[in-house]
Structures are given as C-alpha cells and as structure tokens.
C-alpha cells in the first residue's frame, strides 16, 4: 500500500540555518504530495502542496519539489526562525482516494 | 470564517466506557474526515463521508468504532466499550468538492484509563 517516510527528529538547529526535513513515498499511481504544520496545542494547518512531477510547493518561506524519479518531496527552508518550531508531517493523496497518507513526523527545534 | 471545531477537546473515560466524539465542519464542506493520531505518530486515516453517505470505513480499527454524519453536516464518531489502546488524538478534517486540501480540527485527545 501507499506509505511516507520521514526522517526522524527532533531536528535541533540555530536561528537562521539551512532546513532540510527529508520525505520520500511510496504508491501506485500519480499522488500529490503535502507538507502540513502542527503547531503545540493547534491543529494541522498545509503548509505547501504539488499535485504532479516537477512542481513546487511554497509558502512562508519553505519550498519543496515533487520529484517523481526520487519519489522525494524534501522540505527546505533558507533561513529558519524559532517561530517555526513545530512538528512537520509529509503527505501524500493518491488518485482516486480521498485518505491521507501521513508520515510519522518531525519534530523541528529553533533555538535563538 | 470559522474553521473546523471539535468537542470536547480532552475527554478522560475508564475502559469499557462508551464516548462520543463531535466534529462541525466548515459550513458548506462536503467532504468529512476522521483520523486517528497515536502519541508520536503521525495520523491515521479512520473514514470518510460526502455529505451524510459513509464512503470508506476501511480504517475503522474494529466494530466498537462507529461514524455518523446524518444530515450531512455535523459528525460524531463514537467509541463502544472503550480500551487503553484507543487512547489517542482524534482529529476531524473537512473538504470542499472538488478540491484536495483538507482542513483540520484541533482534535480531541482521548485518554482511557
């Protein structure tokens, strides 16, 4: 069946570092791809999404790209901001299906 | 507008109890969606409904979990003779047609003692 994998956290950095959060998938077919935010004690909110190969996804200053060949859809954010510490769920949606198939998290820790 | 909401947002039972679990769509969704997100983890899908039809039960982990959207709008989702391993946040998701993102409730996180 349809399955993502997310490395696993807690991913600790400094203000203003590089962020890389690594998700690749598994499913038959032509999925889109997500990345949602949980936020302590809110909900999951998306944060980026591309629905086929070659698009990216941006928002707030994160960007991923489907990459079908890799079957990778690797979160990066330039410059991190402690406000940005959260949890990270990769997705993936495939055709035909309405479930959502999430990873298993990761956590990220900006400190300042 | 206002989003998904949930009630309650923190429910204790004792095993064996029954609970129920309420979801308010954003009005004029569709699409309803129950998930299951054990500590650690990330969400599990339950079941899904297009306005009051159930469409997919397949992630209904047994027969003491049932969901029900009667008049296509508001969801319950309730959990008979409750056990320690449905100890869980359980989150709603609402859809409009036609459109793949789904948006999230804030939970409701069961603890079963």
């Known amino acids: 069946g349809d399955s993502v994998t997310q490395m696993e956290g807690p991913v600790t950095l400094s203000e203003e570092a590089f962020l890389t959060i690594n998700c690749t998938y598994t499913a038959t077919g032509y999925p889109s791809l997500f990345w949602y935010v949980q936020y302590p004690g809110e909900g999951l909110q998306l944060l980026l999404k591309a629905t086929k190969a070659d698009d990216k996804g941006s928002n707030k200053g994160f960007e991923a790209t489907y990459r079908k060949e890799t079957t990778s859809f690797h979160l990066e954010k330039g410059s991190v901001q402690v406000s940005d510490s959260a949890v990270y769920f990769c997705?993936?949606?495939?055709?035909?299906?309405?479930?959502?198939?999430f990873g298993t998290g990761t956590r990220l820790l900006v400190s300042p | 507008g206002a989003g998904v909401s949930q009630s309650p947002r923190y429910k204790v039972a004792k095993r064996g109890q029954d609970v129920a679990l309420r979801c308010d769509p954003i009005?004029?969704?569709?699409?309803l969606f129950w998930y299951q997100q054990a500590l650690g983890q990330g969400p599990e899908f339950l079941t899904y409904f297009q306005n009051e039809a159930q469409l997919d039960k397949s992630g209904l982990p047994s027969d003491r979990f049932f969901a029900e959207r009667p008049e296509g709008s508001v969801s319950t989702l309730k959990i008979q003779r409750t056990q320690q391993e449905d100890s869980a946040v359980y989150l709603c998701a609402s859809s409009p047609r036609g459109y793949n993102e789904q948006f999230f409730g804030p939970g409701t996180r069961l603890t079963v003692l």
């Open positions: 997705a993936l949606l495939n055709t035909g299906f309405q479930k959502l198939v």
């Open positions: 009005s004029g969704h569709v699409s």
